[in-house]
């Protein structure tokens, strides 16, 4: 089983073809939308986050039990949902302003661990818009120290400047994290955030030197490539597609990525290091198609299987 550990919360979205810019409530949140995207590609997922009881919250949790995505690792507070208001250039792509402080995303705490180990799960997917915000960052810290024995650990920093206080500090943490992770996905554009005028492969290929067993570099319509630890570099071209808008294509591609190792058998810390370029190759490939296809609808609205 997989188990996504972040955020979940509600997207406030403007209304396609809405002049008077009005706004739409989406569900939503990097790691919500990987487990949902998981679960319609029928891989084992579950869900570890705080939920909000509150109306918004009974929609999100009752989405992940229609997508097939287990709950028994939710905690859920009394606290509001979590809001992130949409912005969409004229390109489709889309930036977020984040109402986090006293929501629920930030109240996952260690104690909500209490009796469950990563080692637990084949696989555990961090997303880490709350790394810098405690307690929820001391969640993602502690899963860190744990003893997960062979389980497969991977982080998407998903960067948003909004949150994070310090960009400089954040960057220094996140260096520090990143060498107990063993799978990184990163998208350039995040990459440019924390280290303006740096070139994403140097910063890839610096991560993957220092202890993942691969760097996973997603650049948009371009496609996504992916550093190893021995300085193999493999690359995915991009799909072409009518875009309506970019919420959610990351989460759709980490979905489709982990989809595709799990159906190669790789979400060990072992087997993932055994993979080969071809290997590589062909998640990468997935991983875009499933991005690429989220793109041509509103929303975070990831394919199915049978879409595939």
């Not at 979205?13 to 989406?26: E, K, N, T």
């Not at 487990?35 to 029928?42: K, N, S």
């Not at 860190?144 to 206080?165: E, H, K, Y």
Request: net charge negative; hydrophobic share 45%.
């Amino acid at each position: 089983m997989i188990v996504v550990v972040g955020e979940a919360l509600v997207d406030l979205a403007p209304v396609p073809g809405d002049p008077s810019g009005a706004l739409r409530p989406l569900l939503g949140g990097s790691p919500y939308n990987v487990a949902v995207g998981l679960g319609r590609l029928d891989t084992e997922t579950a869900y570890l986050g705080s939920i909000s009881l509150d109306a918004f919250g009974e929609r999100l949790s009752h989405r992940l039990r229609d997508e097939g995505v287990s709950v028994h690792l939710v905690a859920r507070t009394d606290a509001p949902t979590t809001l992130a208001v949409v912005h969409l250039d004229d390109a489709g792509r889309a930036s977020y302003g984040f109402y986090l402080t006293g929501t629920s995303a930030a109240e996952l705490t260690p104690d909500h661990l209490e009796g469950w180990q990563a080692a637990d799960a084949a696989h555990v997917s961090l997303g880490a818009v709350t790394l810098d915000t405690d307690p929820a960052g001391e969640v993602l810290v502690g899963l860190l120290a744990q003893d997960r024995g062979d389980t497969l650990l991977s982080l998407d920093p998903n960067i948003r400047p909004s949150v994070i206080g310090d960009l400089r500090r954040y960057g220094t943490r996140l260096d520090q994290v990143v060498r107990d992770i063993d799978l990184v996905k990163v998208s350039d554009e995040d990459l440019q955030i924390l280290y303006p005028g740096r070139a994403a492969d140097d910063i890839a290929r610096r991560w993957a030197s220092a202890g993942p067993a691969a760097v996973v570099v997603t650049r948009g319509a371009a496609g996504a490539e992916v550093h190893l630890a021995d300085g193999t570099a493999v690359v995915a071209a991009g799909e072409t597609v009518e875009v309506v808008d970019t919420v959610g294509a990351g989460d759709a591609f980490t979905a489709g990525l982990l989809h595709a190792l799990a159906r190669a058998d790789a979400l060990s810390r072992e087997r993932v290091r055994a993979l080969d370029e071809q290997a590589w190759r062909d998640a990468l490939t997935t991983a875009v198609h499933v991005a690429a296809l989220t793109c041509t609808r509103p929303g975070a609205d990831p394919p199915s299987a049978s879409e595939l």
